[in-house]
C-alpha cells in the first residue's frame, strides 16, 4: 500500500463520517509524526505536509551539515562530502532537505499506522456524536425504523448515526415496522464502553411540549408559554398554558378551530386525550380548572400538608376521578396537591367514614379507594369486586377481604 491508496481509503472514510478536512489532515499528520517519532527518537527536524484533496503525504527530513567524520545521528546529521553532493553551493552549520520515501516505513509500520488511524477516526466520531447530541437534548427529532426488538427500537437519523428508543420510552400502543418514520424527544445521552448512546422518548413531557410548539405558532413564538405538562402516556395527558397578551386566548390558540390544532398532537400520541387548561397561580381555582370536566361544590386546602379536599355532587365524582382515576391523578401533580374526593349532599347517616377502619385496613389500601371517589363504607361496597380491580391496583383477594371487613359493620 503506498501513500495515494492510504489517504484515498481515508478520505472516503471521511466522507462517510462527519469529520472536515481541516480535523482529518490534523489527524493525518498526528499519526504520521507519532510514527516517524517512533522511529527517529525524536520528530523535530521533520516536515510532514498532507493534501486531502490529492491524497497525497510528503516526509521531509531537516539535516545539519557537518565537517566528515563528525556525524553523531545520520538521522539529524549528514557529513559535508554527502551534501555538496546534492548541492555543490552547501556550507557546514547549513540545513539538507531530504524527502522520506513513504516505503521507507516498511509493510509492519504501515499497518500499524492504518489501525492508529482506524481508532482515532473512531474516536473522533463518537466525540462528535456525543457533543451533537447532547446540545440536542429536548429536542424533536425524525428518523427512520432500522430495527425492531422486544425491549427497545434502533432509529437512524439523516446521517445514519444510530439512537435508541427503549421500550419504556414508547407509548404503550406504540407499534413501529422496520422502514417507517417515527417522530421522538431526545431524552438522554449516556456513555457505554467508551461510545455515545442517544435515548429517545415519546413519553417525555418534554416530546408533548416540543409537539405544541410544531402545530401552534403562538407557543413557538412564544406569545404563549406552557407552564406545567404531566401525563399518563396513551390515555390522558393536562396542559397548563399562560399567555402575557390579553388579545391572545391560550387555550383556543393552543386547540385551533374545530380542535383542528390538537387533533395532530393527538394522533402523535396515539389518541391520548389532551386538556389545556389556562394557568393562574390561585391555588383554589387551579384545581378547579385541573378536575375538568367536572363541577366543583367547594375546596378546602391544607397548605402544610399539600392536600385539599375537593366537595363535589355525587353525579360529577366520577368525572373527576375519571377512567382508570387519571384524572384526578394528572390534576394532583399538576397542581401539587394531594386531593381528596368527597360527595357533599345525599349523606348517609348509617354510612361509616373509611378513616373508621384504619385499624382493620392498611392505610394504602385505603388510599387506592378514596383516590377512586371512595371515601365511605358504602361507597365501597356499591362497587363489585371486578369493578374495584379495574379502577384501582388492587388484587381479588385484598378486596373480598375489604368487603368482609365493611360488611360486617352493617351486619
Known amino acids: 500500500m503506498d501513500s495515494l491508496e492510504l489517504i484515498d ?11 472536515d478536512k481541516q480535523t482529518m489532515q490534523h489527524v493525518l499528520e498526528d499519526v504520521f509524526r507519532a510514527m516517524l517519532k517512533k522511529k527517529f527518537n525524536t520528530d523535530k527536524h521533520i516536515d510532514v505536509i498532507v493534501n486531502i484533496d490529492k491524497g497525497d503525504v510528503q516526509i521531509f527530513l531537516n539535516k545539519e551539515i557537518v565537517d566528515d567524520g563528525e556525524v553523531e545521528d545520520s538521522n539529524i546529521e549528514i557529513a559535508y562530502s554527502d ?10 552549520g547549513e540545513e539538507v532537505t531530504e524527502e522520506f520515501k513513504f516505503n521507507d516505513f516498511g509493510r509492519r509500520n504501515i499497518l500499524s499506522l492504518r489501525q492508529n488511524l482506524i481508532s482515532r477516526i473512531m474516536e473522533l466520531e463518537k ?15 425524525t428518523g427512520e425504523v432500522y430495527q425492531v426488538w422486544k425491549k427497545e427500537i434502533m432509529v437512524l437519523d ?25 417522530r421522538a424527544v431526545v431524552a438522554k445521552v449516556d456513555m457505554r464502553n467508551s461510545s455515545p448512546v442517544i435515548i429517545l422518548s415519546r413519553t417525555a413531557p418534554e416530546f408533548l411540549e416540543r409537539l405544541f410548539e410544531l402545530e401552534v405558532p403562538e407557543v413557538f413564538d412564544g406569545l404563549i408559554t406552557i407552564k406545567r405538562i404531566v401525563r399518563e402516556p396513551g390515555e390522558r395527558a393536562k396542559v397548563a398554558v399562560e399567555s402575557y397578551d390579553d388579545r391572545v386566548d391560550p387555550v383556543g390558540a393552543c386547540v385551533g378551530m374545530k380542535g383542528s390544532r390538537i387533533h395532530g398532537i393527538v394522533r402523535e400520541l396515539r389518541n391520548e386525550n389532551i386538556d389545556v387548561i389556562n394557568y393562574t397561580s390561585n391555588p383554589t381555582l387551579f384545581i378547579q380548572r385541573a378536575l375538568s370536566p367536572a363541577k366543583i361544590s367547594s375546596i378546602e386546602i391544607d397548605e402544610e400538608a399539600g392536600r385539599a379536599k375537593v366537595f363535589l355532587k355525587p353525579d ?6 375519571g377512567k382508570g382515576g387519571h384524572n384526578i391523578k394528572l390534576a394532583g401533580r399538576l397542581t401539587g396537591y394531594e386531593l381528596d374526593v368527597y360527595r357533599e349532599g345525599e349523606v348517609d347517616v348509617e354510612d361509616v367514614d373509611l378513616e ?7 392505610s394504602w389500601i385505603l388510599d387506592e379507594l378514596k383516590a377512586i371517589g371512595c371515601d365511605t363504607a358504602k361507597s365501597v361496597l356499591k362497587f363489585t369486586s371486578a369493578d374495584l380491580a379495574k379502577r384501582t391496583d388492587l388484587e381479588e383477594e385484598t378486596i373480598q377481604e375489604v368487603f368482609k371487613i365493611l360488611q360486617s359493620e352493617f351486619e
Open 9 to 19: 481509503s481515508f478520505s472516503e472514510f471521511k466522507e462517510l463520517k462527519n469529520i
Open 316 to 321: 360529577q365524582v366520577s368525572l373527576a376521578i
Open 158 to 182: 439523516d446521517e445514519g448515526n444510530e439512537l435508541i428508543l427503549p421500550k419504556s420510552e414508547q407509548i404503550p400502543s406504540d407499534y413501529f415496522k422496520k422502514g417507517e418514520s417515527i
Open 127 to 141: 466525540d462528535h456524536l456525543y457533543k451533537l447530541y447532547k446540545e440536542r437534548v429536548g429536542e424533536i427529532i
Open 83 to 92: 551534501a555538496i553532493k546534492i548541492e555543490p553551493d552547501f556550507e557546514i
Open 356 to 362: 373508621e377502619f384504619a385499624d382493620e385496613i392498611d
